[in-house]
Each structure stands twice: as structure tokens, then as C-alpha cells.
């Protein structure tokens, strides 16, 4: 039986969440029920491109909490630190996070992924590895054997992360970066993309470049 998911979010990401279910529900129908789009302010494109696929926009999240609604949700809002914060405007209201994994991701053994996370094609996930809610794998990354994700953690396309690395809550990781073995990642940083990490990165801080400053 298809469960109703509403998509937080109408960019980019969001329409590749979509794609996500899309995937999900061709590989095994009768998964997911896109009752539409949540979001304060889509653009006109964003808007477009929606109702090119058939999908409705619901308004903005405030008024569709308001609704009552029972449908499961998942957050597709880039931004790690917009993530928490509508994961906690959302929170209060009982919904279901639904974990959306592409079916073309690898997940290994003995790894848990968190409530209302999305793994993206062509990702592989190693043994082992813990990922919390609401993290957003893009498509070809690489998570290492062993590796902790805390909540609202983003990986972009084709990042590396290595076995043993701690990400803390709400960082970023930028395309094609690389994170060395058993390093540290703290609370809302963010890895440039192309970046070769090889040190500890400290809380709220940037970090580009190679070696990664
Ligand atoms: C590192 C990053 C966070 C910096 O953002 P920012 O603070 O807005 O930086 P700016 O664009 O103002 O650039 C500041 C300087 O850093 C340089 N720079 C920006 N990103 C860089 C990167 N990834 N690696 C090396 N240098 C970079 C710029 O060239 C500029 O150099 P200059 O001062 O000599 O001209 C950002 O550029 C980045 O890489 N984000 C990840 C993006 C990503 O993954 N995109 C894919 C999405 S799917």
C-alpha cells in the first residue's frame, strides 16, 4: 500500500528527491505517494518544472502543518542549517520522516541511516557506518567503513568521506572533497568542494583548498 510523503522543499534538490521516489517506486511500486511540494517561497521556475512532472505545490509549511496532516515528510532543503531548523518547526507535530535511499545506493552491513535522511544514486555506504536523521547523501559520494554522520549533515556529489571520520551536526561537505581517515568534523563546518582534508576542522569554520586550510 503507498504511503502519502510530502517533499519539504521545491529547488533543486527538492525535484531530485522526487527523482529519488520516483526510482524507489518504479524498483518497487506501491512504496511512496507523492501527495506534492511544501515550501514558504518557490520561485516561478521552481514552480514550473513542478507541474511539468505533476506535482502540486501544498503552500507554505507553517499553513500545511496546520492542516493536520498525517502524510510522512521528507526534507529536501539543501542547506544543513535551514534542514535542523525545519526538522524542529516539524517535529513537534507527531509526522513520520521518511528515509528515502535510491535504490542504485550501496549500503553496507551493521550501518544505520536515520529517520528522514536521503541517499542519492551511485552512493556507497560502507560497513559499519552510522548516519543520522535528515542527512542528505547527493549522488557518488562515498562514506567509509565506520564513519559517524550526525544529524543534518550534507555530503555533495562525488565527496569522499573516509573510514573512521566523525561529521557533527548540520556540516557540510562540498563536492568532490576528500575527508583523510579517522578525522573530526565539527558542529555546522564546511569542506570546500575539491577539498583534501587533513586535519581536524573545528566547529563553524570553512576549510578549502589542498591540503584543505
Ligand atoms: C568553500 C566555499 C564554502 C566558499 O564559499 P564562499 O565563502 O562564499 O567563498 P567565495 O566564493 O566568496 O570565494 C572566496 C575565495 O575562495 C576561493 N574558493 C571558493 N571555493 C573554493 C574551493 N572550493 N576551493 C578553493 N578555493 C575556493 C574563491 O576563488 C575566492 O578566492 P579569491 O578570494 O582569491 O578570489 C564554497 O566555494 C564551496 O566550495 N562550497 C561547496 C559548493 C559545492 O559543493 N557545490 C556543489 C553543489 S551540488
Known amino acids: 500500500m503507498n504511503i502519502d510523503i510530502v517533499v519539504v522543499g521545491a529547488g533543486g534538490f527538492g525535484r531530485e528527491t522526487l527523482d529519488v521516489l520516483d526510482a524507489i517506486e518504479k524498483q518497487s511500486p506501491g512504496s511512496w505517494h507523492v501527495l506534492g511540494v511544501v515550501d514558504d517561497a518557490p520561485s516561478e521556475s521552481a ?41 524542529d518547526q ?8 521518511a528515509t528515502v535511499i535510491h535504490p542504485r ?10 529517520e528522514g535522511s536521503v541517499i542519492c544514486a551511485g552512493t556507497q555506504v560502507s560497513t559499519g557506518v552510522e548516519i543520522g536523521p535528515h542527512v ?22 562525488g565527496a569522499i568521506i573516509s573510514g573512521g571520520v566523525v561529521i557533527l551536526d548540520e556540516s557540510l561537505v562540498g563536492a568532490g572533497a576528500v575527508i583523510l581517515q579517522g578525522l573530526h568534523v565539527g558542529r555546522g563546518a564546511t569542506v570546500g568542494a575539491a577539498a583534501c582534508v587533513t586535519r581536524d576542522v573545528p566547529a563553524f569554520t570553512t576549510v578549502k583548498g589542498v591540503p584543505a586550510r
Open 47 to 87: 514552480l514550473l518544472l513542478l507541474s511539468r512532472r505533476g506535482i502540486r505545490w501544498l503552500g507554505p509549511l507553517a499553513e500545511w502543518l496546520l492542516t493536520n496532516p498525517s502524510a510522512a515528510y521528507v526534507i529536501a532543503v539543501g542547506s544543513p542549517a535551514s534542514r535542523a531548523q525545519i526538522a
Open 90 to 97: 516539524i517535529g513537534s507535530h507527531g509526522l513520520t520522516a
Open 105 to 114: 545506493a550501496e549500503i553496507g552491513t551493521l550501518t544505520s541511516v536515520g
Open 136 to 157: 542528505h547523501l547527493n549522488p557518488n559520494s562515498t562514506i567509509g567503513h565506520d564513519a559517524r554522520l550526525e544529524a543534518c549533515v550534507s555530503v555533495n556529489p
